[in-house]
């Protein structure tokens, strides 16, 4: 039996260490230049979902830096119409969010009667066993304090730095789409050889086809979900089921957690605006039936199997871009990971990462790649 070298465990524990250090050291830059890095990827991911439509355009004589204007100029006008229609519902529960809160803890207190007649009955039984005849007591009354933070300060001095980073991200998005295809032009002279040259160019295509397949996909469906969500809520009473519908639009572009947020927000609302605490319980229950019809069977039908990947990676992703950048890091969770899965399946020593990012009973179509 031959023993093990001990210079080969070195230089793999070395590797291993050296690997360890850049992992942390890439998740720290992530960190602290996110102010940077999130709008500069947001833009990238939209220029890629609108890369096809750019490209079709084109071939019908459409200058590319029009088309950027028209798609910056409507993302504008799509913010600055769900501004308009959502701030007054919005301000309303802002300034009134601790008194939702008060009133959902008073209907909730409710729903614990039972458990504390029961507590008080055996307390009961065991003070007569015991032969305590001390009597009970007056329950002091309970002192409620509502605080308020003042959400609205808040968000106002947050205003100017959300846009200052949409500007950012509205205005490389304008350059990347209205250069055309240089990004791909530029990849290609700095390949050496022709193997590369068509090994990343095809790389690239697959990435944008994917990732604009998935956002166009997944923003139609979201689209569809706001408007049977909101139409939902709106045949049980909910006040405002706009504004719920656009949240469910919204949400939804964050998986899992987006549902599990929105069922929460819905029952928080119902117990405010509803008598009866069932009413509540009814419209949350329809919006998670939406959003459970939506996730196990509208979403895998329409995106297809090379859009699928192992659930449990995707909700790894989520929370940790989540932590990392906030509702920004969780929108593009998805589309990163669907990038690294096209890297991976073109490349054969990270066959295994495609493997094991796929979903259930797939295995990365190597067909479509070079070797």
Not at 57 to 85: E, K
Not at 281 to 307: D, H, K
Request: net charge neutral; proline share 5%; aromatic share 10%.
């Amino acid at each position: 039996m031959t023993a093990p070298d001990p210079i080969t465990n070195t230089t793999v524990a070395v590797k291993w260490a050296i690997l360890g250090l850049f992992l942390i050291a890439a998740v720290g830059a992530l960190i602290l230049a996110r102010s940077f890095l999130m709008p500069v990827i947001l833009a990238f991911m939209l220029s890629l979902t609108f890369s096809p439509i750019r490209r079709w355009l084109g071939r019908r004589g459409v200058p590319p830096y029009l088309t950027a204007f028209v798609v910056v100029l409507g993302l504008v006008g799509l913010l600055v119409g769900l501004s308009a229609v959502l701030s007054g519902p919005i301000q309303q529960y802002s300034r009134d969010r601790a008194i939702i809160m008060y009133n959902v803890e008073q209907k909730l207190r409710g729903l614990s009667e039972t458990i504390e007649k029961i507590s008080e009955a055996s307390e009961e039984v065991q003070s007569i066993a015991t032969g305590d005849a001390e009597g009970q007591g007056e329950e002091e009354p309970q002192e409620v304090v509502i605080k308020d933070s003042s959400l609205m300060s808040k968000a106002a001095l947050t205003a100017p730095y959300m846009m200052a980073q949409i500007t950012l991200a509205l205005v490389l998005l304008f350059f990347l789409i209205g250069t055309g295809d240089l990004f791909y032009e530029k990849l290609v002279k700095a390949s050496p050889t022709f193997a590369d040259k068509r090994k990343a160019i095809k790389i690239a295509f697959d990435i944008e086809k994917k990732i604009s397949r998935y956002f166009l996909t997944i923003t139609v469906i979201n689209a569809c979900l706001g408007i049977v969500v909101g139409l939902c809520l709106w045949s049980v009473g909910m006040p405002n089921p706009l504004l719920f519908g656009v949240l469910a639009f919204a949400l939804n572009f964050i998986p899992y957690l987006g549902a599990i947020a929105g069922v929460v927000l819905t029952f928080i609302i119902g117990l405010v605006s509803f008598d009866q605490v069932s009413t509540a319980v009814l419209a949350a229950s329809l919006y998670l039936i939406c959003t459970t019809l939506e996730g196990q069977f509208v979403t895998p039908y329409m995106v297809g199997r090379n859009l699928k990947l192992n659930p449990v990676v995707v909700f790894i992703s989520v929370a940790f871009w989540g932590w990392a950048w906030s509702v920004i890091g969780m929108f593009i969770a998805v589309p990163v990971l669907l990038a690294i899965r096209s890297i991976a399946e073109s490349v054969p020593s990270l066959q295994n990462i495609a493997i094991f990012l796929s979903g259930r009973d797939e295995r990365p179509d190597q067909s479509e790649h070079p070797s």
